[in-house]
């Protein structure tokens, strides 16, 4: 798939919660070709960041070259996004990585969990998820974000670290407590709890696709400044390792060593 730089436009821009922006962009072909799963590279407007950083897509409106991302300001790069308003330009790079394998699990049972800011690509996913779906969102505490969005596709689970929402606790503790059952994972967040999913889906027998967010340089295979270990030897660098950016994000978590 044929991927580039543009220059897109910011078609809005809003808060959702304390340090969490929603940002709509216009795009001419990005938009067009992206899949739930893949993610976008915005690069800053101060030359002195040279590196851009890379975004997953929340939602994609194929028909009008729209994406919407959704993201908390980590640090200047990100600081710099949220102060972008309508109509201001954006140069971007993408699509990029390969996505969930939604086809692949038609018609099973699949949960889409997020844990903190990797909640935003499983919105896309689960929209255009054929099957039953549940989502299953864990927060810190009542600063919550897109769980109306998610609330409008499927039935949500919340689980919170402070127990003001939801059941206290992580995803798995919301996954039991609600009793849920499930064929398939897709999910993306910390990887602490990508860890307990993958061992979970071990024990359950289901399977589990896991979205990596290692830091970036390159975006696009050439680096490997975003490796991780991968429990096969890769055919690019002949060792056990995978690029995050251009094998993933998205792998069958038994592919990956966390
Ligand atoms: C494939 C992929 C998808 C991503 N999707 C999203 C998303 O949808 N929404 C979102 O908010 N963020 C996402 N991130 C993380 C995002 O790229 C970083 O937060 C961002 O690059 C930070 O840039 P900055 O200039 O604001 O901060 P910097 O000054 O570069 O860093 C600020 C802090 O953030 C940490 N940080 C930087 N990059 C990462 C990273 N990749 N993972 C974890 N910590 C990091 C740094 O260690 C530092 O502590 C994604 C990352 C990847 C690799
Ligand atoms: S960021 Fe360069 S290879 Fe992945």
Not at 47 to 75: H, M, N, T, W
Request: with cysteine; hydrophobic share 40%; proline share 4%.
């Amino acid at each position: 798939m044929a991927k580039g730089k543009e220059i897109a436009s910011v078609c809005s821009q809003k808060m959702l919660a304390d340090g969490i922006y929603s940002m709509w962009i216009q795009t001419e072909r990005i938009g067009i070709q992206a899949v739930p799963g893949q993610f976008i590279d915005l690069y800053s407007r101060d030359g002195a960041k040279l590196l851009p950083r890379p975004i997953s897509l929340c939602e994609i409106d194929q028909k009008e070259g729209r994406l919407r991302i959704v993201y908390r300001v980590a640090g200047e790069g990100t600081r710099e996004f949220s102060r972008y308003q309508a109509g201001d330009p954006v140069e971007v790079l993408g699509p990029l990585g390969n996505g969930f394998p939604l086809k692949e699990a038609e018609g099973k049972r699949a949960f889409f969990i997020g844990g903190g800011i990797g909640i935003p690509p499983m919105l896309e996913a689960a929209r255009q998820f054929k099957g039953e779906k549940t989502a299953i969102l864990g927060y810190r505490d009542s600063h919550m974000f897109l769980v109306e969005d998610f609330r409008r596709l499927c039935p949500v689970a919340v689980a919170t670290e402070d127990g003001s929402v939801g059941v206290k606790g992580n995803v798995l503790d919301a996954i039991r407590a609600e009793g849920l059952k499930g064929d398939v994972i897709f999910a993306c967040g910390p990887t602490l709890m990508l860890k307990a999913l993958k061992q979970y889906a071990e024990e359950k027998g289901m399977e589990c696709f896991i979205s990596l967010e290692e830091r970036m340089a390159c975006g696009i295979g050439a680096c490997l400044a975003c490796v991780c270990q991968s429990a096969e030897t890769d055919s690019h660098s002949h060792v056990c390792n995978k690029r995050v950016c251009k094998d993933g994000p998205v792998f069958r978590a038994e592919e990956v060593k966390l």
